[in-house]
């Protein structure tokens, strides 16, 4: 069974920058399309961003231009490096398969966008 654990989050201002990582673990390595969900207050959870194997990597409307995903399969691990970040990305990001979450979900980590 894979686990996720996500971690990187925090209190950032507008405009500011985070760096999210996903390390996976357990038995198996994860193959296949990798990607960066949110939940935030009240709403339910969205693919915002999504890399393959191959590196060709997907981006919801609403982060375009200002995320990028990456992974290192070395490591085992994917990463979300986030800039401009406004107010509406505040939320719990998890990183699952993409973009049907197969695995059980990690505990996520928080990020929240406030002056």
């Known amino acids: 069974q894979v686990q996720l654990v996500e971690s990187g989050g925090g209190l950032v201002q507008p405009g500011g920058s985070l760096r999210l990582s996903c390390a996976q673990s357990?038995?198996?390595?994860?193959?296949?399309?990798l990607g960066w969900f949110r939940q935030a207050p009240g709403k339910q959870r969205e693919l915002v961003a999504s890399?393959?194997?191959?590196?060709?990597?997907t981006y919801a409307d609403s982060v375009k231009g200002r995320f990028t995903v990456s992974r290192d399969s070395a490591k085992n691990t994917v990463y979300l490096q986030m800039n401009r970040l406004q107010p509406e990305d505040t939320g719990v990001y998890y990183c699952?398969?993409?973009?049907?979450?197969?695995?059980?979900w990690g505990q996520g980590t928080q990020v929240t966008v406030s002056s």
């Open positions: 699952n398969r993409a973009p049907t979450a197969t695995y059980n």
């Open positions: 890399v393959t194997s191959a590196g060709v990597t």
């Open positions: 357990g038995r198996t390595v994860v193959f296949g399309t």
